[in-house]
């Protein structure tokens, strides 16, 4: 009898640590699919970088997504990205030497393998930047159906972020990709900004900023200063080869 309850408790065992097993198996390949999908989902690889004048480029992949995201399609939409209507991130720090004065601006290009979907000839990714604000700054400049797509930012420095939604794709494994390029450059032909004046306490400052080429330029005639002196006069002043009377007591000349 001691045998029999013997063996029924090794087999109790025995069963207790299969399921054990089968339960920690199930619950790994879960956490690692739900982890995969946060991932694919809401970062791009990496998710971040800096440029600056020595470091001007940065490069960046993304999806394949589990899913197609067209939540920018009505007007004044905002752009949801959840697991179900996923899309890239990419934080951009844009870094500058103290005291540079040159006009500097990013642009971004979106690039991947044409492909045809299931409703479409061609599959399309669209492109927004945002600034530290929250703001897009980028308009609908790279929501368009060209490959590439890309958007230009002028810059005096900051941070932004870079979102890349898969408009119309091929999703899951071996779904599409995209790369994309950060490129920081000056621009041409503009004006490089003046330092400021020097603060004095007291009196305020001016400064001149030149137009960029090509913008124009103004042109300030001299005024004669008997025209100003005439014009600042609160008493009537004699043109030339004029003779004014003496004015009457008591009677206001206008």
């Known amino acids: ?16 640590f299969v399921l054990t097993a089968l339960l920690a198996i199930l619950l790994a390949a879960t956490g690692k699919s739900l982890r995969f999908t946060g991932d694919s989902s809401l970062a791009a690889s990496p998710a971040g970088g800096t440029v600056s004048p020595s470091n001007p480029t940065v490069s960046y992949t993304g999806g394949p997504f589990i899913g197609i995201n067209e939540t920018n399609t009505a007007d004044n939409a905002t752009i ?11 934080a951009l720090g844009i870094s500058l030497p103290s ?3 040159n006009t500097y601006l990013f642009k971004v290009t979106v690039s991947w393998a044409d492909r045809a979907t299931a409703t479409s000839s061609h599959n399309d990714f669209d492109l927004y930047v945002y600034d530290s604000n929250g703001n897009v700054v980028s308009g609908d400049s790279g929501a368009t159906s060209a490959n590439p797509e890309t958007v230009e930012i002028t810059v005096t420095g900051g941070n932004y972020k870079i979102r890349v939604l898969p408009f119309d794709v ?12 950060v490129t920081l450059s000056t621009v041409s032909g503009a004006p490089a900004f003046p330092p400021p004046p020097p603060t004095v306490a007291g009196v305020p400052r001016y400064q001149n900023y030149p137009a960029p080429n090509g913008m124009g330029t103004t042109v300030i005639l001299p005024i004669p200063m ?3 002196l005439r014009a600042a006069s609160p008493r009537k002043l004699p043109w030339p080869g004029e003779t004014l009377t003496a004015p009457t007591p008591g009677r206001m000349i206008k």
């Open 99 to 101: 005291g540079d004065t």
């Open 170 to 181: 091929n999703t899951g494994s071996g779904g599409d990709t995209y790369n994309a390029t």
């Open 80 to 90: 949801t990205c959840t697991p179900a209507t996923p899309c890239d991130d990419y």
């Open 226 to 228: 008997e025209l100003m």
């Open 1 to 16: 009898m001691k045998s029999i309850h013997s063996f029924r408790k090794q087999r109790l065992f025995f069963l207790a």
